[in-house]
């Protein structure tokens, strides 16, 4: 398990699994994933979405990727703590799963500053080469800069994922101080995780998080 170099703010569990932990400690399936940008709070039944939260202790949450970026997040509301777990491939990113998620916490009475925040392994700019229009729909948020993108060794376009959500974490007001993000990349990182671009197409690690 890979967890978050940064201290929570609060008693918390989290973490990003490997290839090599048991699925046995990892949290129940509760989303049906659709690169989206629903985000809705956990319950027992397995619902479509791509974003979790709960304020419920002993509620594990998570998301399944393969590439895409987990996201975690974990903040102090009025009412108690808040946890949430996000998928965020580029079409999630682009449609703002993170500007929901952060509005979601904001709703409750939370501060954007006072989020503890982590961006889990996943494909990075070196292998994400994208097409000209995932650009183009990138280029439409208001946190996007043109360092987020070069040219790959095949002419085409590559993303930087993790720093364009990083950019829109900034954006958003999160504090870069309370940053635990891994930014490893799951298609060169071959011994440790699953990448659907080399081939892996049904095996997931997890992005998951606990109020204890």
Same mark, same amino acid.
């Given at each position: 398990?890979?967890?978050?170099?940064?201290?929570?703010?609060?008693?918390?569990?989290?973490g990003f699994s490997t290839k090599h932990d048991d699925p046995k400690d990892l949290p129940?399936?509760?989303?049906?994933?659709v690169h989206g940008c629903g985000i809705v709070e956990a319950a027992? =039944? !397995?619902?479509?979405?791509?974003? *979790?939260?709960?304020? @419920?202790?002993?509620v594990p949450i998570g998301v399944r990727v393969a590439d895409c970026v987990p996201i975690l997040l974990a903040?102090?509301?009025?009412?108690?703590?808040?946890?949430?777990?996000?998928?965020?491939?580029?079409?999630? =990113? !682009?449609?703002?799963?993170?500007? *929901?998620?952060?509005? @979601?916490?904001?709703?409750?009475g939370g501060d954007s500053s006072e989020l503890v925040w982590a961006l889990g392994p996943a494909i990075q700019r070196c292998h994400f080469e994208v097409g000209p229009e995932v650009i183009e729909a990138a280029a439409q948020d208001p946190a996007w800069h043109e360092f987020l993108v070069s040219e790959g060794p095949r002419g085409r376009p590559h993303l930087d994922l993790h720093g364009f959500l990083g950019a829109q974490a900034m954006d958003l007001g999160l504090d870069p101080a309370k940053d635990g993000?891994?930014?490893?990349?799951?298609?060169?990182?071959?011994?440790?995780?699953?990448?659907?671009?080399?081939g892996d197409h049904s095996e997931r690690q997890w992005g998951w998080i606990e109020l204890p």
């Open positions: 398990m890979l967890v978050p170099q940064i201290a929570p703010p609060f008693p918390l569990r989290w129940p399936v509760r989303l049906s994933q027992e =039944a !397995v619902v479509e979405g791509d974003g *979790l939260w709960t304020v @419920r202790a002993g903040g102090m509301t009025p009412e108690g703590p808040w946890i949430s777990a996000l998928h965020a491939g580029w079409r999630g =990113a !682009v449609a703002g799963i993170l500007r *929901l998620g952060v509005a @979601r916490f904001v709703e409750l993000s891994l930014p490893l990349c799951t298609v060169c990182q071959e011994h440790l995780l699953w990448s659907y671009r080399r």
